[in-house]
């Protein structure tokens, strides 16, 4: 009985190693197949630098809302001219006339770096950063041009208050009828690491959304106050007809009030005009600094939006 009794025993205990070996191997075959399921994630921008940024669109962004391969942008914060993403951690601080309330610009504040970001009008036929690059050379004779993750970039030293003088990272992509330009300050100017990948990215994954309206090149592309998911979708839902209908008329209020490059109130012509708009003057407008390596910025922090951003997520 002994002997049969350990012979047993032996048995169960192979025939119980066979069968865990067995499940073992499905459990490979399984995250083996699940692998070969999930497709690569692509990098948001160029690993390595270069002169020339090629496959805006198609596999690396800044992205247009009509780009065929353009990620959903559902849950990014809508600023009427482009829609930024979500990152945890970052301050939003809005640029905007003080006079008017018109907003101008965002600067985007991640660690001890910042992004700010604007866009332009741009012609059909040709990009605008060429010409804006060239402009800034001319300008600036301490400024300098190398390539980047974003094609060629200008590097700006800055003079900040207190007579402090900090460096500068502008980039430009150029996309159908716009260009968005980021200016880099902080660490994202002058070194790699996570902060310049996080913002690269972050950069890289901004929708833009030009618009029909008909603009002159280099003219900011009308933006609005921070609108968050939850709000948009509320006011679509709930009076989808007045919310296009608030729409338009934004559109048409920011092409009355039309910012040019020179600072100035740009007019209509006179056959856009409407009754009791001709006593309309081309008024300067006062910029803020641009940028938070250009001193302290005149706005408000809005960082409201992203935490209620954060919370529908």
């Given at each position: 009985?002994?002997?049969?009794?350990?012979?047993?025993?032996?048995?169960?205990?192979?025939e119980?190693?066979?069968?865990?070996?067995l499940?073992?191997?499905?459990?490979?075959?399984?995250?083996?197949?699940?692998?070969?399921?999930q497709?690569?994630?692509?990098?948001?921008?160029?690993?390595a630098?270069?002169?020339?940024?090629?496959?805006?669109?198609?596999?690396?962004?800044?992205?247009?809302?009509?780009?065929?391969?353009?990620?959903?942008?559902?849950?990014?914060?809508?600023?009427?001219?482009?829609?930024?993403?979500?990152?945890?951690?970052?301050?939003?601080?809005?640029?905007?006339?003080?006079?008017?309330?018109?907003?101008?610009?965002?600067?985007?504040?991640?660690?001890?770096?910042s992004?700010?970001?604007?866009?332009?009008?741009?012609?059909?036929?040709?990009?605008?950063?060429?010409?804006?690059?060239d402009d800034?050379?001319?300008?600036?004779?301490?400024a300098?041009?190398?390539?980047?993750?974003?094609?060629?970039?200008?590097?700006?030293?800055?003079?900040?208050?207190?007579?402090?003088?900090?460096?500068?990272?502008?980039?430009?992509?150029?996309?159908?009828?716009?260009?968005?330009?980021?200016?880099?300050?902080?660490?994202?100017?002058?070194?790699?690491?996570?902060?310049?990948?996080?913002?690269?990215?972050?950069?890289?994954?901004?929708?833009?959304?030009?618009?029909?309206?008909?603009?002159?090149?280099?003219?900011?592309?009308?933006?609005?106050p921070p609108?968050?998911?939850?709000?948009?979708?509320?006011?679509?839902?709930?009076?989808?007809?007045?919310?296009?209908?608030?729409?338009?008329?934004?559109?048409?209020?920011?092409?009355?009030?039309?910012?040019?490059?020179?600072?100035?109130?740009?007019?209509?012509?006179?056959?856009?005009?409407?009754?009791g708009?001709?006593h309309?003057?081309?008024?300067?407008?006062?910029?803020?600094?641009?940028?938070?390596?250009?001193?302290?910025?005149?706005?408000?922090?809005?960082?409201?939006?992203?935490?209620?951003?954060a919370?529908?997520?």
């Amino acid at each position: 009985m002994g002997l049969f009794g350990f012979g047993r025993k032996k048995r169960e205990a192979k025939e119980a190693q066979e069968a865990e070996d067995l499940e073992k191997a499905d459990k490979t075959e399984d995250a083996a197949e699940d692998a070969d399921e999930q497709e690569p994630q692509t990098p948001a921008f160029p690993p390595a630098a270069a002169d020339t940024y090629v496959g805006r669109g198609e596999q690396y962004g800044p992205w247009d809302v009509n780009d065929e391969n353009v990620p959903d942008y559902d849950e990014y914060l809508d600023m009427g001219s482009y829609y930024l993403p979500f990152l945890l951690g970052i301050q939003l601080r809005i640029k905007a006339n003080r006079k008017t309330g018109q907003v101008l610009g965002a600067t985007i504040t991640f660690g001890a770096s910042s992004l700010e970001i604007e866009a332009f009008a741009a012609p059909k036929t040709m990009g605008l950063w060429n010409d804006m690059r060239d402009d800034l050379l001319v300008a600036n004779d301490k400024a300098t041009q190398k390539a980047g993750v974003f094609g060629t970039e200008v590097m700006l030293p800055v003079t900040i208050k207190g007579g402090r003088t900090v460096m500068t990272r502008v980039v430009g992509i150029d996309g159908p009828r716009w260009m968005l330009r980021g200016v880099f300050s902080g660490r994202a100017a002058v070194a790699e690491g996570p902060e310049t990948d996080a913002l690269n990215k972050f950069f890289a994954d901004i929708v833009v959304e030009r618009g029909d309206e008909p603009l002159a090149p280099r003219d900011l592309i009308p933006m609005h106050p921070p609108v968050t998911p939850k709000q948009r979708r509320a006011a679509e839902q709930h009076a989808p007809c007045c919310y296009k209908r608030r729409t338009v008329f934004m559109q048409q209020r920011h092409r009355l009030h039309r910012i040019d490059r020179h600072g100035y109130r740009a007019q209509q012509p006179p056959e856009q005009r409407t009754a009791g708009q001709d006593h309309l003057p081309r008024m300067p407008v006062r910029r803020q600094q641009e940028g938070s390596a250009h001193g302290q910025q005149d706005g408000q922090h809005l960082n409201a939006p992203w935490r209620a951003a954060a919370a529908d997520r």
